[in-house]
Every structure is written in structure tokens, then in C-alpha cells.
């Protein structure tokens, strides 16, 4: 992929998941990586995969919802590597909870990570971004940004968030040379789906498996996502390849025509 190699990336929630595999595309496509995340054990081991690819990393124990921490992850990165040429907002939390009984507490707690987080970690960045004239922002959303959900109103809601700043910040600092995108997973085979699968179920009364199974047959291509199906197309928009693409939430969920 052409516009990859020594590129300096930041890359939030990848310790784990899809921020993982969007890490080592990365890594493997020649940019070095700071991997973001609340939890240090895991982003120091997804660092320490990067490094054996080959590529510089930096592990950096950050949670987006805290502006100390968003100021101290752009200060240790920018000391570390003296750029940041792209930001993955990837960490995210889902909680799984009949509408009714939704606190007020769990909503704020679901929009400051997913929400707050993205919007403010992209505001942290920007600045740096926009002295040098360029830069990539790819944010994952999530294909519940379009859809209607009993089970997690409030994630839904957060994500549809994360789409509608994406076309704002792309309006607002496309013409000084920063692309701005988003990527819509569908159901992927992480932890986080695990959880949604055992919650879900027991909340609308399926049995085990009958949540996700009633999902995987409404995708055209007939199987769970993969965190590298996602990884490879947040490469793609980090690339010179998609230099004229911006504001856009792109699917990336195998289908998911008749949900
Ligand atoms: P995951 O739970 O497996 O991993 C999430 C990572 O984010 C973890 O490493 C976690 O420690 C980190 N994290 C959580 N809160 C954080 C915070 N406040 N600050 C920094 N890091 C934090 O989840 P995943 O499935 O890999 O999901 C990654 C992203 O993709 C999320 O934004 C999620 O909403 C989105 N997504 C997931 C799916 C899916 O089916 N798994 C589908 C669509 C979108």
C-alpha cells in the first residue's frame, strides 16, 4: 500500500481487537506505532508484536475519556517520534442493557469513551496536524451508527455520534490537508463481540450462540468478521491510495444488507 512506510501512527484501544490488528497492518505496511490504551499490559505486548515486525513502538497507558491523559499521549508521542502523521480512534466500550433500565451513569460513562473520547483525542492531534499541512484521522464507528438496537441504545447512539464528527472535522480541515474517515465494522470476533454475545442473549431470552447466529445469517458473506478484515481497510484510508476520501463511513461488515 503506497504512503505507509515511516509513517507515525497513534493508535487508541490497541491493545487488544481490531486497535491490534489495525497496529500490525500498520506495522507491516512500514510506519511505526503508538499504541494507546488503558490497559498497559496488553498495549506493551502489542508493542513488543510491532517491534518484532520490524517497526518502531511506543506503548503509552491512556484513557481517552481523560484529558490528562490525551495531552500526555500526544506529548510522549510527538517526544518519541517527532510527528504524528495518523490517528486511529478506535477505543471503545459497549454496555448491554434493556432501554428502560439504562442509567444515567452507564449513558455517560458509553458516550465519554466512545464519544467524548474520539471527539477530543482528534482535538488533541489536530493542532500538530494541521501546522505540518497533513494528516490522517480514521475513526471506528460501527455499523449500529445506522441501525436500531433493543439491547444498547446508548452505544448506538455514541457511535452515530462518531460518524456525525467525522464529517465535521473533515469539513472543517479538509482544504489544509487532513482527510478524516470513518470505518463501520459489523459483527467482529473480539472480546467485545463475546460480551455482546452472552448479555444480548440472556437480555432477549436467546439461548447460547442464537444471538450471534441470527446475525452471522444476515451477512452475505456468511461469516463473523475478523479484526485484520477491519485492519486492512483502516490501511487503506491511511494510505496515499484513498487521498481523495473524506467525511465518508465506509461498511466494512461483509454485507449486512437485510439487517
Ligand atoms: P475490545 O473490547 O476487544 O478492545 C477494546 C480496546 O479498547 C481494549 O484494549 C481496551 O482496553 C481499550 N479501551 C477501552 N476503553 C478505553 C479507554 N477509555 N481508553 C483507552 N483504551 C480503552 O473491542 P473491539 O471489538 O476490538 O472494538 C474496537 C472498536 O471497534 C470499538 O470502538 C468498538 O466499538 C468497535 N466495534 C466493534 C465491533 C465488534 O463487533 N467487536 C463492531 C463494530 C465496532
Given at each position: 500500500m503506497r504512503g505507509l512506510r515511516d509513517k507515525v501512527a497513534i493508535i487508541t484501544g490497541g491493545g487488544q481487537g481490531i486497535g491490534r490488528a489495525i497496529a500490525l497492518r500498520l506495522a507491516r505496511e512500514g510506519a511505526d506505532i503508538v499504541i494507546a490504551d488503558v490497559n498497559t499490559a496488553t498495549a506493551s505486548v502489542v508493542a513488543g508484536e510491532v517491534r518484532a515486525a520490524g517497526r518502531r513502538a511506543l506503548a503509552v497507558q491512556t484513557d481517552v475519556a481523560h484529558a490528562n491523559d490525551r495531552r500526555a499521549l500526544v506529548d510522549a508521542a510527538l517526544s518519541t517520534f517527532e510527528r504524528i502523521?495518523?490517528?486511529?480512534?478506535?477505543?471503545?466500550?459497549?454496555?448491554?442493557?434493556?432501554?428502560?433500565?439504562?442509567?444515567?451513569?452507564?449513558?455517560?460513562?458509553?458516550?465519554?469513551?466512545?464519544?467524548?473520547?474520539?471527539?477530543?483525542?482528534?482535538?488533541?492531534?489536530?493542532?500538530?496536524?494541521?501546522?505540518?499541512?497533513?494528516?490522517?484521522?480514521?475513526?471506528?464507528?460501527?455499523?449500529?451508527?445506522?441501525?436500531?438496537?433493543?439491547?444498547?441504545?446508548?452505544?448506538?447512539?455514541?457511535?452515530?455520534?462518531?460518524?456525525?464528527?467525522t464529517r465535521n472535522l473533515a469539513v472543517a480541515y479538509g482544504k489544509r490537508g487532513v482527510t478524516v474517515n470513518c470505518v463501520?465494522?459489523?459483527?467482529?470476533?473480539?472480546?467485545?463481540?463475546?460480551?455482546?454475545?452472552?448479555?444480548?442473549?440472556?437480555?432477549?431470552?436467546?439461548?447460547?450462540?442464537?444471538?450471534?447466529?441470527?446475525?452471522?445469517?444476515?451477512?452475505?458473506?456468511?461469516?463473523?468478521?475478523?479484526?485484520?478484515?477491519?485492519?486492512?481497510?483502516?490501511?487503506?484510508?491511511?494510505s496515499e491510495d484513498a487521498r481523495y476520501i473524506t467525511g465518508q463511513a465506509i461498511n466494512v461488515e461483509g454485507g449486512m444488507i437485510f439487517h
Open positions: 502523521d495518523i490517528l486511529v480512534n478506535n477505543a471503545g466500550i459497549i454496555r448491554v442493557s434493556d432501554p428502560l433500565e439504562i442509567t444515567e451513569e452507564e449513558w455517560d460513562l458509553v458516550q465519554a469513551t466512545n464519544l467524548k473520547g474520539t471527539y477530543f483525542t482528534c482535538q488533541a492531534v489536530l493542532p500538530h496536524m494541521l501546522a505540518r499541512g497533513q494528516g490522517r484521522i480514521v475513526n471506528i464507528a460501527s455499523i449500529a451508527a445506522k441501525a436500531g438496537s433493543t439491547a444498547f441504545v446508548h452505544y448506538n447512539v455514541s457511535k452515530a455520534g462518531v460518524v456525525a464528527l463501520c465494522p459489523g459483527i467482529v470476533d473480539t472480546e467485545m463481540w463475546a460480551k455482546i454475545e452472552r448479555e444480548a442473549g440472556v437480555l432477549l431470552g436467546m439461548e447460547p450462540g442464537e444471538f450471534t447466529q441470527s446475525r452471522v445469517n444476515a451477512i452475505a458473506l456468511g461469516r463473523l468478521e475478523q479484526p485484520e478484515d477491519v485492519g486492512d481497510a483502516v490501511a487503506f484510508l491511511c
